[in-house]
């Protein structure tokens, strides 16, 4: 009797493991080879005042200065199919791996506030707004800092 349930277990085994054999060796048309294998693709720049570069998974929509009296706000605005946590985590990742640190200005329903700082750099403000359309989340992210 242990020999027949010994049998019926293995056979069970094996046919489970050959289930996911058959899985694994179905072949991948040349788009989903290539999907798995590329990262998502970013589709903006933002240029600090250092000079770095940060590649946002996001939509350009403009950008302009901002005259004030201790010269311009230089400011940038991209929009995220996304809710604003989430986009104001793409740039922080970034930012956090040139060295910065945030602190968070304000937080409520519709807006995430944040200030990003590094020494001998200037502040770099960021608004993050949530715009609900049709049941689609996303948000506008205004990236700015002062210069002179």
């Given at each position: 009797m242990k020999i027949k349930t010994a049998a019926l277990l293995s056979l069970l085994a094996l046919a489970i493991s050959g289930c996911d054999q058959q899985a694994a060796d179905t072949p991948k048309t040349d788009n989903q080879a290539a999907e798995s294998v590329q990262p998502a693709q970013a589709k903006a720049e933002l240029n600090l005042a250092d000079g770095s570069i940060l590649q946002l998974n996001a939509e350009h929509m403009k950008s302009y200065a901002k005259p004030n009296s201790a010269g311009k706000l230089s400011m940038h605005e991209y929009s995220y199919p996304i809710a604003d946590k989430l986009a104001e985590n793409d740039v922080y990742m970034q930012?956090?791996?040139?060295?910065?640190?945030?602190?968070?200005?304000?937080?409520?329903?519709?807006?995430?506030?944040?200030?990003?700082?590094?020494?001998?750099?200037?502040?770099?403000?960021?608004?993050?707004?949530?715009?609900?359309?049709?049941?689609?989340?996303?948000?506008?992210?205004?990236?700015?800092?002062?210069?002179?």
């Open positions: 930012l956090q791996n040139a060295g910065f640190t945030r602190k968070v200005i304000s937080n409520d329903s519709s807006q995430f506030k944040v200030q990003y700082y590094k020494k001998d750099l200037p502040v770099i403000g960021g608004i993050y707004t949530t715009v609900n359309s049709n049941e689609k989340v996303a948000t506008i992210a205004t990236i700015y800092w002062q210069e002179k």
